[in-house]
């Protein structure tokens, strides 16, 4: 193509279209970068000022003093609601539902995919499909049906308590919320880990169970060891998603002391006493956002790889 | 008593039929090679001897037991596959140590084992490297340090050579010969190239369309095939399978061969099979290997029973250590194998010498041999 393409652009004089179309091109991009790029830039400089810079100043200026108290007031000072201890107590209670809900569910994710492509059952493409279709459920109809399910468990709790004297975690709105997630989370843990080993050497599992393997000793000595770049592709996944999740966090969680992040962040905002401290809810949102820019930071290049891996030999 | 024993294997996938009864045995010590072209179901067989898959019906004896029902690890077997199935995430050692690791084989244990088969392998310098670091015929070699380790009653190998460079499998070819040689184990192996059948094989089961075709040595195989599609696969250059008729006056035997725009050749047959005398005046086809089919000077000197005719010949092929000649007989192309220095041109009439000690005849109806 391009020695067709070369004689062409010597007659046309085509030097200049040339660096014309590169300005073109790359302009578009770092317009659509900045684009991109300024809310961020706004929030980081904002939650470096003081209330009187932002109150008199330009949004987009530099802080002229920058200062770290928004921050160390959002994490620890702030009012959620009606407590004002900050919002470190949410930030763990993120942490604590989303490492269990990530790792519970990636787990399963790749169990079922093990089972689904190395030990085939009659009905297993059904199944598959019937997960596959768990992907496209819209959050909102699960809600209420999910309320009732999580309702019974709460009583199941209660009546367990009483009788044998623990609950099991059962109505605790963290361990509410894991499940929820982690069922949510199946079908797309299931469908990243299936595309995954249906291209996996079938021979390893054979020569495995010829070595004497059990079912569980072959996922976890030749399946697992050998599934890093999908195993990190489905954690950056779940962990974006579980983390980033308002909906059923508001829903189950929405009140008390066991709220997540997005919650606690959003009632933050919404908490009026007086003037709106702009400099503190963006400190709060930059805290809120950290983790998962933490997780696509050190994992990123596995991301674009195991999503690569996963598209041509799937 | 036979150390494996195969009684009417049937294996069915939903309606299609992969194998259909299959009868072998193999004393201890053979070495049996399945062969035929893929998708006859060869490597369905060496699954099922293997437990990897299930069986229909029919008994699968190792050593007088029968292991049907058994799990693979407990059928006291190795099995070295295609793609080698190396865990990727292993040392050589850890490969090659996994099985015993598996059966809780103690460490000081497991070390001296390794040792022992790197030792036989020579892939002593690779035990700490991963798979992804070794050479295709390293990666081999690990893969049969994982089956030998086992020191098991039967060894199995799914088509081990394929994925190997042309020179590289003539040399792992000899190895697992010596291999055998030197251990006495009982192999199982499967393969569609049948150079690899013919030197390594101790019996030979030529397979088509889930059926053993023939099972025999390999001398009986190459020589006494039973029809025409053993006759055509095994061999190379393939086997020359000529329309033929049957003519001849009273007792005396005659193979009549067509030519285009030529005379027919007519060769006396002085030893002609007993059945073969049901064919007169029919048509039959000849069979007879390229060697068998040459001129005469180099023709087998002990050989009773030579015929020969002056034969047109299109293309000579020189290879080096033989010449070969195209000439036209039936209508079809026949290939004569020559001495290297025979002085042929293409377009003249040569004189060839038919063995026909070694040519056999086939039914064009059934395709089975007419003894």
Sequence with gaps: MSTMAA?????????????????????????????????????????????????????????????FDPWLKAWGETCVGLTCAGIKGYFWNSIKMVVPA????????????????????????????????????????????????????????????????????????????????????????????RNYYEAFPTELVK???????????????????????IFVVTVIYQFTNIWNDFLFASAYAGTGDSMPMTVALNNVVNTSTGVVEYNVNMAAAMIAALPTLLVYVLAGRYFVRGLMAGAVKG | MAFLEINGLRKRFGQVEILKGIDLELEKGGFLVLVGPSGCGKSTLLNTIAGLETITSGEIRIDDRAVNDLHPSKRDIAMVFQSYALYPNMTVAGNISFGMEMRGVPADERQKAIDKVAKVLQIGHLLQRKPSQLSGGQRQRVAMGRALVRDPKLFLFDEPLSNLDAKLRVDMRIEIKRLHATTGTTIVYVTHDQIEAMTLATKIAVMRDGEVQQFGTPAEIYNNPANVFVADFMGSPAM????????????????????????????????????????????????????????PEGAERNASHIATADCHIEVVEPAGSDTFAVTNLGGKGVVARLRADANIQPGTSTPLAFNLTKAVFFDPATENRIR
């Design chain 1, 102 to 193: 990530v790792l519970i569910s990636t787990m399963l994710g790749a169990l079922n995919g093990y089972v689904l492509t190395k030990w085939r059952f009659r009905g297993a493409t059904l199944v598959f499909g019937l997960m596959l279709f768990a992907c496209f459920i819209p959050f909102q109809s699960v809600l209420l049906p999910m309320a009732t399910i999580l309702g019974s468990l709460g009583r199941l709790g209660v009546s367990l308590q009483n009788s044998v004297g623990t609950s099991f975690g059962l109505g605790n709105p963290t361990v509410n919320l894991v499940f929820v997630h982690v069922v949510y989370g199946i079908g797309f843990t299931t469908l990243f880990f």
């Design chain 2, 240 to 295: 020359n399978l000529i329309p033929a008729t049957i003519g001849g006056d009273g007792s005396g035997m005659a193979v009549v061969l067509d030519r285009e725009a030529r005379q027919p050749i007519t060769l006396p047959m002085t030893n002609a099979p007993a059945g073969l005398s049901a064919f007169k005046g029919k048509p039959v086809i000849f069979g007879v290997r390229p060697e068998a089919l040459t001129d």
């Design chain 1, 7 to 67: 004689p062409v652009r010597q007659v046309s004089g085509g030097v200049n279209v040339k660096i014309v179309n590169r300005v073109v091109i790359y302009g578009l991009l770092a317009l659509f970068a900045l684009f991109y790029l300024m809310p961020l830039f706004v929030m980081l400089v904002t939650s470096f000022k003081t209330m009187n810079e932002i109150q008199n100043g330009n949004m987009l200026s530099l802080p002229k003093a920058p200062t």
């Design chain 1, 207 to 229: 020569a495995a169970q010829v070595d004497g393997a059990s079912f569980f000793q072959i996922f976890r000595r030749i399946m697992l060891p050998n599934s890093m770049p």
